[in-house]
């Protein structure tokens, strides 16, 4: 079947779509009515066990994490785009640089975490040396976590908490602020300064990955893997920056799938740029599990007793099925749909598949976030403080999505001083 024969030509408007409109309005309608439904898990969830609350904060940094990382995530890929140039970045820019603009709705979702710190770290309730001695006489804490309690404190505290965090987000602010304000610049300028754009951003972007991954890093250190103090790994951050790669990849397809249904996207989006990224995608699925595995045998093989506990609380007591589902929806799924030539050249299931990604990513957040907790490590039981690691993070991720149309609506979609603008605007080959 042939394509068109004629080099097509972007319409006049490349606002967002109206239709942008009804997503905000439907992510505020799902946000607030999960919203009501995590409160009365969490009701439910205090006269149950005494640990609604407990179980609401701990979704509430699943979301949180999540929607950090498409944020943060975003402008990662973002720099690495200006740093590698292609194509798909003509697609991906403005959704990308949405994405940055709604690190604000992250930064809220943090100070939430940050006031209540005390009941999601042991270092935040444990905060000296006779604090700890007396937790361990009393049973709540064993002997290797008083000793990494003690050993961490000038690390694991709350002023260097709340220090480190806001430097991270300040950085973080600061890039986004900076590579937004350039793209509008290169926007007002003529296509005969690109080569001075492209050198621009190159210079900002190749430093900017660097320090993502740095900050990054201390971020996630600090959010998620001090739940419990005793576990240390040397690639628990280039977990998270792959993982942020799965997903933001995955949410930007949706994004740009869902744009093509009208105009400028439905002229910019080829065939060949969505198969593209879909094989962007599948790079990302096979990295993710390579590095997953990776730590996994060389932990297990070590058999060092301060290293195995961490993989033991998320294994037994029923916690092997989690591990298994997760191997299946994070990798196995996707990786064995996404070989597919077909399904990453159709829109709908490439779609699909992404929305998958999506859900599977923060199934694994649950899986490592959960088993943190001493109710829960090797004790993988229901209670109605399960259902709430759907209920927030749904609620958090649409009230976020709301935010990035609002964010998407104040650009054209389409940087037309693009080189790439005229390749991708040209017909595709034919196929037979």
């Not at 992510?27 to 439910?44: E, K, N, Q």
């Not at 480190?164 to 610049?185: E, H, M, P, Q």
């Not at 591990?323 to 196995?332: A, E, G, K, S, Y």
């Amino acid at each position: 079947m042939a394509h068109e024969s004629h080099t097509r030509t972007l319409p006049a408007d490349l606002s967002a779509p109206v239709f942008v409109d009804g997503w905000k309005t439907r992510a505020l309608m799902v946000g607030a009515v999960f919203s009501i439904v995590a409160v009365i898990l969490a009701l439910l969830g205090q006269a149950q066990d005494q640990l609604g609350w407990d179980h609401f904060l701990r979704a509430w940094v699943l979301g949180l994490v999540l929607t950090f990382g498409w944020s943060v995530g975003g402008l990662a890929l973002l720099m690495v785009q200006y740093c590698s140039g292609g194509k798909w970045g003509l697609l991906l820019r403005r959704p990308l640089e949405a994405m940055t603009r709604s690190l604000p709705v992250v930064f809220v979702y943090w100070v939430v975490a940050a006031i209540f710190r005390g009941r999601l770290f042991l270092w935040a309730q444990y905060t000296n040396v006779s604090d700890t001695a007396a937790a361990l006489k009393a049973g709540a804490i064993t002997e290797i976590q008083q000793h990494c309690l003690d050993f961490k404190r000038p690390m694991l505290n709350s002023e260097t908490f709340i220090l480190v965090s806001l430097l991270c987000f300040a950085i973080w602010g600061f890039y986004t602020w900076r590579l937004n304000t350039l793209g509008v610049k290169r926007d007002a300028d003529t296509p005969a300064n690109t080569p001075y754009w492209i050198k621009k951003f190159e210079n900002i972007s190749g430093p900017g990955i660097v320090i993502y991954s740095l900050t990054m890093t201390a971020a996630v250190i600090y959010w998620v893997m001090s739940m419990d103090p005793t576990w240390y790994s040397s690639v628990y951050g280039l977990l998270f920056l792959v993982g942020q790669g799965y997903s933001v990849l995955a949410l930007s397809i949706i994004v740009a799938i869902s744009l093509s249904k009208a105009e400028p996207f439905k002229t910019i989006l080829r065939q060949t740029e969505q198969h593209d990224m879909g094989k962007f995608t599948f790079a990302f699925v096979m990295l993710n599990i390579y590095l997953a595995f990776g730590q996994f045998l060389i932990i297990w093989s070590g058999n060092l007793p301060e290293e195995i506990p961490w993989y033991l609380d998320r294994i037994r007591g029923h916690w092997g099925v989690i591990i298994t589902l997760d191997f299946i929806f994070h990798w196995l799924i996707p990786f064995t749909l996404l070989l597919s030539r077909d399904i990453k050249r159709n829109k709908k299931r490439l779609t699909r598949v992404c929305q998958w990604m999506v859900f599977a990513k923060a199934f694994d957040l649950f899986w490592l976030i959960e088993p943190n907790f001493k109710d829960a490590a090797r004790n993988l039981h229901f209670s109605w403080g399960i259902l709430e690691y759907a209920a927030v993070p749904v609620a958090m991720a649409s009230f976020w999505v709301a935010f990035f149309c609002t964010r998407l609506q104040t650009r054209p979609l389409v940087q037309t001083n693009d080189p790439h603008l005229a390749e991708i605007l040209e017909p595709e080959h034919a196929e037979a």
